[in-house]
């Protein structure tokens, strides 16, 4: 079925897309534990494989059949139509690192926007099979093997308690920005960072209650515009790293938590930047 702008069903738009995101994840699985063709893209760090590539062709032939008036962004390369309107923002393969070293940790991540209005978001991880989803207003979901349940943040408001996550740009290696002061802020703070290496599951695990919080440095939109949305509807803060409200852009600074942890993430945030070190939290 087509779908205009003019007659958008987002449910039915939510299940296209999740039909779309598990096919693209069975595609991954095979390319998993098999040789990679690796090419570098914006430095050493910064790998593609066939199969990001092949996954790409795969959900943006699949959503122009669908969709065919709605632009779409793709991190491989795909950037057609313009305007305001609808578009959809695909990350094929989120954890590229992971993948490439078969380290499976590793997923699909589309979203749908209205112009800078989030409208729905989907991350599906083919590793454990769990599908994380969102409608804007509807709230956010998680089915895996168990079930389907409603997400929500969790509870914690202390940063001693807190479980975080980040990550680190590609050009980790030569630009000062590298967040190794706000990592190290962050380890004398909370009760354990992680690493993961898939920003859309940071931050859907954000909305799932399983991560309290998060930040990263330099994130495009196709990392993390699925999960932005996962996060509100779970109840949790997304903003700019600075606190600003949050607008989706190319790329951009971001911090997730669950509302409750924002005010006290800020702070760490706020005095490494000024350069004052936070002090040990005990
Ligand atoms: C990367 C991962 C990683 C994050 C990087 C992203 P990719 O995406 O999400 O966790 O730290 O900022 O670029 O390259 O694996 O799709
Ligand atoms: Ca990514
Ligand atoms: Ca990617």
């Excluded at 991880?125 to 929500?152: N, Q, S, Y």
């Amino acid at each position: 079925m087509n779908e205009t702008n003019e007659t958008l069903d987002r449910r039915h738009a939510l299940t296209t897309a999740v039909t779309i995101a598990r096919e693209a994840g069975g595609l991954l699985m095979n390319g998993f534990g098999r040789e990679k063709q690796i090419e570098r893209k914006s430095s050493a760090l910064d790998w593609v494989t066939q199969f990001d590539k092949a996954s790409e062709e795969l959900i943006v032939g699949r959503l122009r059949d669908a969709f065919p008036d709605h632009a779409l962004v793709g991190e491989e390369g795909t950037n057609i139509g313009d305007g305001d309107g609808y578009r959809w923002y695909v990350d094929p393969l989120d954890g590229t690192t992971n993948y490439a070293h078969d380290f499976p940790v590793f997923c699909v991540s589309m979203s749908l926007y209205d112009g800078d209005q989030p409208v729905l978001g989907v991350i599906y991880d083919p590793v454990l099979d769990e599908c994380f989803t969102a409608i804007a207003g509807e709230g956010a979901w998680l089915e895996t093997v168990k079930g389907r349940r409603r997400m929500h943040v969790s509870r914690e408001t202390d940063l001693v308690g807190a479980l975080l996550a980040t990550g680190f740009p590609y050009d980790v290696h030569t630009s000062p920005e590298n967040n190794l002061d706000y990592f190290s802020a962050f380890v004398l703070r909370a009760q354990g960072i992680r690493r993961a290496g898939s920003a859309a599951l940071d931050m859907a695990y954000v909305a799932a209650g399983r991560l309290d919080g998060y930040w990263e440095f330099k994130v495009f939109c196709w990392d993390v515009s699925a999960a932005i949305l996962m996060v509100m509807e779970a109840g949790g803060h997304v903003t700019l790293l600075d606190g600003q409200p949050m607008v989706l852009q190319r790329q951009f600074n971001v911090l997730a938590s669950n509302g409750h942890l924002h005010p006290s993430m800020m702070a760490v945030i706020g005095a490494t930047k000024a350069g004052r070190p936070a002090a040990p939290a005990d």
